[in-house]
């Protein structure tokens, strides 16, 4: 089983970047998938959740309204819109499967980094 997340970069505040996150070995489509983030010198920590059919999403409070999470199940990909970024978005984010709520995942993706300058 592989998550496979990508579209990670520099982005200047105020900039977007959309995250993908392709899973392959096996389909999550009747999984709940996710988002976290890792900032440096920080625990790891939750960002967004997105249920099996897509209807039910949450969000940390810090993204809640600037970030939006979806997903493809033909596809078994998940994304992340994250718009309106600031500088402390800068962290390592790690897609998920599998969730426990916000608590943590089975199933965690490689991460990719999102730097973003003032």
């Known amino acids: 089983v592989q998550l496979q997340a990508s579209g990670g970069g520099l982005v200047q505040a105020g900039g977007s970047l959309r995250l993908s996150c392709a899973a392959s070995g096996r389909t999550f489509s009747s999984s709940s998938m996710g988002w976290f983030r890792q900032l440096a010198g920080k625990e790891r920590e939750f960002v967004a959740s997105i249920g099996w059919s897509g209807g039910i999403t949450t969000y940390a409070e810090p993204v809640k309204d600037r970030f939006t999470i979806s997903r493809d199940n033909a596809k078994n990909t998940v994304y992340l819109q994250m718009n309106s970024l600031k500088p402390e978005d800068t962290a390592v984010y790690y897609c998920?499967?599998?969730?426990?709520?916000?608590?943590?995942?089975?199933?965690w993706g490689q991460g990719t980094l999102v730097t973003v300058s003032s």
């Open positions: 998920a499967a599998n969730l426990y709520g916000s608590r943590g995942a089975d199933y």
